[in-house]
């Protein structure tokens, strides 16, 4: 099954607002507890957007001293933990303005993919803002901590081309061609068995962590030898057919 989760305020041009950094959070949660799924795309209402940062009409209430601002940013922690944690693959479609808030959505994202027009960076500096840990790390993941850095001093916000350059999308599609780009990946990722979607996921998430793989992690990688998929999967290669895998 695909799944797609969509940012939804188009009068704002799909600006992040409190109530949908809680909505992220619970769809994210129940994708990932729904192992029919094999793919996720994440994307913003209509083409002109994927999200240009926040909604900064709420500030006044929301956001108006660091203890509001502690709230909210625990909202915020809640979704990027939400797709952090998701072992589906994710892949964001984005059209026009991926900027602040949405960039950070963009950057938990496995597979990022853009039209040409579309734009980035992370502006805060110019609110007087601080971007958090939690809303930081993704961005130097992508990118690096020097060109996260940059990013963030400056805060200019850039084209297609330099977010390829800087690691922060991994395809540029002509803008109408990016709908068409994004489903046709989803495809392909759902075709594949989506436990080993999910393993490749697992693992790559894991060697980037310090500590040495341990004896039982190695093992793991040899489990999907005993999945109904695997056998599947070489029948099919056999056969010559186009395999039709189960996820066990």
């Keep these: 099954m695909l799944a797609r989760v969509v940012l939804n305020q188009p009068a704002r041009l799909n600006a992040m607002n409190k109530a949908m950094w809680a909505g992220l959070a619970q ?12 793919c996720i ?20 209430n929301e956001r ?16 990027v933990d939400a797709m952090g944690s998701c072992p589906h693959p994710i892949v964001a479609q984005i059209h026009g303005a991926c900027v602040g808030g949405g960039l950070l959505v963009a950057s938990l994202c496995d597979i990022r993919i853009c039209g040409e027009s579309s734009r980035f960076g992370v502006p ?17 993941r992508l990118a690096g901590p020097d060109v996260a850095l940059e990013i963030l001093l400056e805060g200019r916000v850039f084209g297609a081309a330099e977010a390829r350059d800087k690691r922060l999308v991994t395809r540029v599609v002509p803008d109408a061609q990016v709908e068409a780009e994004v489903q046709a990946t989803a495809r392909r990722i759902a ?15 894991r060697l980037e962590q310090p500590q ?4 039982a992690e190695v093992q793991e990688c040899y489990d999907c030898f005993d999945t109904e998929d695997f056998r599947i999967g070489w029948a099919a290669f056999l056969a010559k057919v ?3 895998f189960v996820g066990r």
């Design 27 to 38: 769809a994210m949660h129940a994708l990932s507890a729904d192992t029919d799924v094999r």
């Design 242 to 244: 186009r395999p039709e």
């Design 64 to 79: 108006s001293n660091a203890q509001q601002a502690a709230e909210y940013g625990r909202v915020i922690q809640s979704a």
């Design 212 to 215: 040495p793989i341990s004896a």
């Design 41 to 60: 795309v994440v994307r913003g209402a209509g083409d002109k957007a994927f999200c240009p940062g926040a909604d900064i009409s709420e500030f006044a």
């Design 191 to 205: 075709e594949g068995a989506p436990l080993v979607a999910r393993w490749h996921k697992k693992f790559v998430r």
């Design 124 to 140: 805060v500096k110019n609110l007087g803002l601080v971007e958090a840990y939690a809303e930081m790390a993704p961005l130097i």
